[in-house]
């Protein structure tokens, strides 16, 4: 994923709203974002080793996430 689509995931996170997300979809959006450090992005790679979960793991709860965030209710 590149800089640009994590910030597009970040803005998402602004102006979303997270209690639609899952804890774990939570928990890895804000972590790809470094939300818990005040900014500074984290590679699925790194998520994952954090969390003990896999890459491809990771990349699933993220891609389900953004699902989430960019559906806008009407």
């Not at 389900?64 to 209710?73: G, Y």
Request: glycine content about 8%; aromatic content about 4%.
């Amino acid at each position: 994923m590149s800089n640009a689509d994590l910030h597009a995931l970040a803005r998402m996170v602004r102006t979303g709203d997270l209690s639609r997300l899952d804890p774990k979809d939570h928990q890895v959006v804000e972590l790809r974002i470094g939300a818990d450090r005040g900014g500074g992005y984290r590679s699925q790679t790194e998520v994952a080793e954090m969390l003990g979960w896999t890459q491809a793991y990771v990349s699933q709860l993220e891609s389900r996430a953004r699902k989430l965030l960019s559906t806008v209710e009407v």
